[in-house]
């Protein structure tokens, strides 16, 4: 079966510095969601794309989280600085978006601990 | 707009009981609706979605879902609970705009006790 696959799958890093948690979506998917879980806040939308183009970022704190699709086969989320709150689970999901009766496809996370 | 909300953060039940877990939809056109489930350290995985076919809905692992228009429902149920069922609920909405967005509710964790 095909799969979202992500990297790194844990990651503890201190304040302050950059962390870059990659993505790679199903082949023939053109929707890529990043969602951020917490045991406070539960599953949270942070970006989408749709065909590598950012459809909407509200959910990111802007100052110090970015996105990207550098291509097709690759989504990134980048954080800096880094800070405690940042602690969470990373999701990437993608999905044949357009049609709104397909389910997302999640990967596994990154486990992101910021110390 | 369209919202999700799961009644109960948390269901125990015995090994072989029956499992339910509730689901309440609000949306102002007819909706999509998905149940997904999440094992400990995994990602969300596909359970089974409702797209306005048939209103009872059979899904992997022997669970199946119910639409039912009048109540605004969508609740999950399996006749008969494993030990390998325990692990978290998600219902999720279709924002039906055309983007794939999902709306997901605040998740409900099933123990399934021996």
């Known amino acids: 079966d095909a799969r979202v696959t992500q990297t790194p799958r844990d990651k503890v890093t201190e304040m302050g510095q950059e962390v870059t948690m990659r993505c790679q979506p199903i082949?023939?998917?053109?929707?890529v969601f990043w969602y951020r879980q917490t045991m406070m806040q539960g599953l949270e939308l942070l970006a989408y794309?749709?065909?590598?183009?950012?459809?909407?970022d509200s959910g990111m704190p802007k100052d110090r989280f970015s996105a990207e699709m550098p291509d097709a086969t690759l989504a990134t989320l980048k954080i800096q600085p880094s800070e405690p709150r940042d602690s969470a689970v990373y999701f990437c999901?993608?999905?044949?978006?357009?049609?709104?009766?397909?389910?997302?496809?999640f990967g596994d996370g990154t486990r992101l601990s910021i110390l | 707009a369209q919202s999700v909300t799961q009644l109960g953060s948390h269901v125990s039940v015995s090994e072989g009981a029956l499992v339910l877990l509730r689901c309440n939809y609000s949306?102002?056109?007819?909706?999509?609706l998905f149940w997904y489930v999440q094992y400990p350290n995994q990602g969300l995985q596909l359970l089974l979605k409702y797209t306005s076919a048939a209103t009872l809905v059979k899904g992997i692992n022997g669970f199946e879902a119910e639409f039912k228009k009048s109540e605004t429902s969508f609740h999950l149920t399996k006749p008969s609970a494993h030990m390998s069922d325990a692990a978290e609920y998600f219902c999720a909405v279709s924002d039906r705009s055309n983007t794939g967005k999902l709306i997901f509710g605040q998740g409900t964790t099933l123990q399934v006790k021996p």
């Open positions: 999901a993608s999905g044949l978006g357009g049609d709104s009766n397909q389910p997302q496809h």
């Open positions: 949306s102002s056109v007819p909706p999509y």
């Open positions: 794309f749709r065909n590598r183009a950012p459809l909407d």
């Open positions: 082949l023939g998917h053109n929707t």
